[in-house]
């Protein structure tokens, strides 16, 4: 079983900035991607970033492309969510995700995924 480790995260204003970082236990084998979910009350989760681990591919939900980044580091089995110009509605919990083992491109669904995050709260006050 690999647990990922999320930090960052908090109470912030509309335009700042934050990072999500996402830890698998380092040497971990095999990950494939790892993505970014995130769900406010009442919602469902929805997708929001992923990136495969070997060649960097990307993919971004259309409500934060642009404004926000995914990046992975290896050596780490870190993946990290760069988030500028927040808005308020960026506000829910964050789960970031880990496909590890069989590959299956570039999952932009939960069910692509087969490791979670705990979930970290992000707050946009106005």
């Known amino acids: 079983q690999v647990q990922l480790v999320q930090s960052g995260g908090g109470l912030v204003q509309v335009g700042d900035s934050l990072r999500l970082s996402c830890a698998a236990p380092r040497g971990t084998y095999n990950i494939r991607a790892m993505g970014w979910f995130r769900q406010a009350p009442g919602e469902e989760r929805e997708f929001v970033a992923a990136?495969?681990?070997?060649?960097?591919?990307?993919s971004y939900a259309d409500s934060v492309k642009g404004r926000w980044t995914i990046s992975r580091d290896g050596a780490e089995s870190t993946v990290y969510l760069q988030m500028n110009s927040l808005k308020t509605e960026d506000t829910a919990v964050y789960y970031c995700a880990g496909r590890i083992g069989v590959s299956v491109g570039l999952p932009l669904t939960t069910s692509g995924y087969n490791y979670w995050g705990q979930g970290t709260q992000v707050t946009v006050s106005s």
């Open positions: 990136i495969t681990w070997i060649g960097g591919d990307t």
